[in-house]
């Protein structure tokens, strides 16, 4: 099945800078990758998501960008906000119908 | 909002006993997959159904069970509960069946067995 790595686990920046977060997919087969941000004791939210034939996309301050090749993808925040610290998930979808997610970041936006 | 409901919002139980945590997805959607969330695990996904039948299944128990009813809304049952069944359970629906389509999170329920 489809295995899915993310690092940084944690992660702290100025308000204001940019973090990014990266993930990395077993299955080749895989071509749907969402993001989720979770404010603690809430749901999932989706984020933003990229399909496998398109190599970015952009949502205001947020974009994802995907190397198939390379079989990684990453999340990135421009002018972070202190409304962004949360924990981010990534997950893909392989070719058994099923999301799996990776391990999580906890992003703190500091002050 | 995403649409989704989950209830009960909080449950405390003891070992052994059994419990049922209900989803209605959000209108239109014919899917549904139910997640476990614990601290050291993520999110594992469960089982998910698209139109009352099941079409796949993740690292679900066999103490645990779940269905999806023909007005669409999921049950998910867990029985002979132990410690480490101590969780967030989520559910989440999308219009269609296969993991490219996009998924809407539940506000979950807190499963506390002592």
């Known amino acids: 099945g489809e295995n899915v790595e993310q690092h940084p686990s944690t992660l702290s920046v100025q308000e204001g800078d940019s973090a990014v977060i990266k993930c990395t997919y077993s299955?080749?087969?895989?071509?749907?990758f969402p993001w989720y941000k979770q404010e603690l004791g809430k749901r999932p939210q989706l984020i933003i998501d990229i399909r496998s034939n398109v190599g970015e996309k952009k949502d205001q301050r947020i974009a994802v960008t995907l190397n198939k090749t390379a079989k990684h993808f990453s999340l990135h925040i421009t002018e972070t906000q202190p409304e962004d610290s949360a924990v981010y998930f990534c997950?893909?979808?392989?070719?058994?119908?099923?999301?799996?997610f990776g391990t999580g970041t906890r992003l703190t936006i500091i002050p | 909002d995403s649409g989704v409901t989950q209830t009960p919002k909080h449950l405390i139980t003891a070992t052994g006993q059994r419990v049922t945590l209900r989803c209605s997805p959000r209108?239109?959607?014919?899917?549904v997959y139910w997640y476990q969330q614990s601290l050291d695990q993520g999110l594992q996904f469960l089982i998910q159904y698209y139109n009352g039948e099941e079409r796949a299944k993740g690292n679900i128990l066999e103490r645990f069970s779940a269905q999806q009813f023909p007005d669409l809304h999921s049950e998910l049952n867990l029985s002979s509960l132990e410690l480490g069944d101590s969780a967030l359970y989520f559910c989440?629906?999308?219009?269609?069946?296969?993991?490219?389509?996009?998924?809407?999170f539940g506000p979950g329920t807190r499963l506390t067995v002592t």
């Open positions: 209108s239109g959607d014919l899917s």
């Open positions: 989440a629906s999308s219009i269609y069946y296969g993991s490219t389509y996009e998924q809407y």
């Open positions: 299955d080749s087969a895989s071509n749907y």
């Open positions: 997950a893909a979808s392989g070719g058994d119908e099923k999301l799996t």
